[in-house]
């Protein structure tokens, strides 16, 4: 890849700088070792950490809630430490060859970056679950209401309906319902175990679970219907959302209940159904992965110290298997400390000293994610709210009739419906599509989700315009 184009070497590379990739650049330049950290976004922090535009003043720090002292004291540790690590801010990587070596571009410049070392720290992005009228305007995820909430204080409708599973979802329902917005009903396709609190006393620490009850206890207060084993079973409206139908579904297999609907008028959807480790970048790295649907689906595989099968690279955060925030943490304190300890700016004994907390902490929050995930975890039975004629692939406008078509023509895996139909040919690479429509295929044709498979990624892994890639060779952080 690299012929004659201006390859620029560093001793680490870091990319996204959410709270896996911060811990991982703080525990590395503490050690000594400077690091470079790459991150689409012209803030740091990653989207569970975004912070207002400049132009904003926080006038009630503690009416923001914990997340925004967290973020505080983690951009205060990065603070200590920052003049030993490049940042590239509205920075994306377009792919990863063998060297390795790292494409990235950013504006109208793009270069490689040789690392000695590479921690990658992408995070995940909402699961899509198609339904009949998803694709309106007002039809939003959770984690997109979180970032208009977070970065723009912004309202994004009157009266919304909240469907998904997991504690985010009673998180954003209640930001909202802050925000002034009318919380028509709260939808837990689950029945979590984390509503009743009955967890082992070492778990009570964790800020994770105080949060779930505040929120829980927070939308009781405001009288907001929470309804548990129910989701939402369609939206309708001309040019955007006018009103939503939902009702119970089988507690098992999470199967609609369809004639036990019922309608409301709203003009927001909130959708937030889990999430899904970005897993583009480790692919074209060449690093094995394995499917486990408590973490979200395919990860890559790793060993204790965070490192993939291909040596010297590291995978962090929810990019490599959805597990939250403070287990991002922790799996950055622990791949900045090996990198460190890699490059000979940290001994062994020192290195282990430093790792041991973090190691521990990473094994009480595996427990806890563990028996989360039994009660939150996708069900198939959600694929019955599709009807044939509803787009599953938003890029290519494919609809699950056409994927039906290509399955009844023989197509068994993600990659053959892919030739036969276009299905996640579009800019996102299968991200929007692939989740759902491998489901789909499991259930119709009995194979397990390894058999599926997956959709191939190809760089550029994110758009990038021909004007940038003209400009290959151009220095990180500046033009060429």
């Not at 996204?16 to 911060?22: D, E, H, K, M, N």
């Not at 003043?57 to 200590?80: C, S, T």
């Not at 959807?269 to 690093?287: S, W, Y």
């Not at 094994?363 to 004629?389: D, F, N």
Request: with cysteine; aromatic share 4%.
């Amino acid at each position: 890849m690299g012929g004659g184009t201006m390859t620029a070497s560093r001793p680490l590379v870091i990319v996204g700088a959410g709270p896996a990739g911060l811990a991982a650049a703080i525990e590395a330049a503490r050690a000594g070792l400077p690091c470079t950290l790459l991150d689409e976004s012209p803030h740091l922090g990653g989207r569970i950490y975004r912070r207002p535009p400049e132009v904003f003043q926080v006038q009630d720090p503690e009416g923001l809630g914990r997340d925004f002292a967290r973020r505080e004291r983690l951009r205060a540790e990065f603070a200590e430490v920052a003049d030993r690590v490049e940042v590239l801010r509205g920075t994306s990587v377009l792919g990863i060859w063998e060297g390795p070596e790292v494409l990235w571009a950013t504006g109208d410049a793009s270069g490689l970056l040789r690392p000695e070392r590479l921690i990658l720290a992408p995070g995940a992005y909402d699961r899509p679950v198609p339904l009949p009228g998803w694709t309106l305007p007002g039809v939003m995820t959770a984690g997109g209401v979180q970032t208009l909430l977070k970065a723009m204080r912004t309202r994004p409708g009157r009266q919304a309906l909240v469907a998904g599973t997991g504690p985010l979802l009673l998180s954003v329902a209640h930001r909202l319902h802050e925000a002034g917005v009318e919380i028509v009903a709260a939808l837990e396709a689950g029945s979590p175990s984390w509503q009743t609190g009955a967890f082992p006393s070492e778990w009570g620490e964790w800020d994770f679970l105080q949060d779930a009850q505040g929120d829980l206890e927070g939308l009781t207060r405001a009288r907001v219907p929470i309804l548990f084993n129910h989701t939402v079973f369609d939206v309708q409206g001309r040019d955007g959302v006018e009103r939503a139908s939902y009702g119970p579904i089988d507690p098992e297999d999470w199967r609609p209940v369809k004639d036990r609907a019922r309608s409301v008028d709203v003009d927001l959807v909130v959708l937030g159904f889990g999430f899904i480790p970005d897993t583009h970048l480790t692919v074209l790295a060449g690093c094995r992965h394995e499917y486990v649907p408590e973490r979200g689906g395919w990860v890559p595989v790793r060993d204790e110290r965070m490192e993939t099968t291909v040596p010297g690279l590291f995978a962090i955060g929810d990019g490599a298997g959805v597990m939250g925030v403070q287990a991002a943490l922790e799996q950055g304190r622990i791949a900045g400390i090996t990198a460190a300890e890699w490059a000979g700016a940290l001994s062994d004994a020192e290195a282990a000293t430093r790792r041991a907390g973090p190691l521990e902490r990473l094994r009480v929050l595996a427990e806890l994610h563990a028996a989360l995930s039994q009660t939150s975890r996708i069900r198939p039975g959600l694929i019955e709210l599709i009807a044939p004629e509803t787009p599953v692939c938003r890029c290519e406008e494919m609809t699950l009739a056409e994927v039906r078509a290509a399955v009844d023509a023989g197509a068994k895996d993600l990659q053959a419906v892919k030739l036969g139909t276009r299905l996640g040919m579009g800019p996102c690479q299968g991200r929007n599509c692939a989740p759902a429509m491998g489901m789909f295929l499991s259930q119709v044709t009995g194979r397990l989700p390894e058999e599926i498979g997956r959709i191939n990624p190809r760089p550029p892994a994110k758009p990038v315009t021909l004007g940038a890639l003209a400009r290959m060779g151009s220095r990180p952080g500046g033009r060429g």
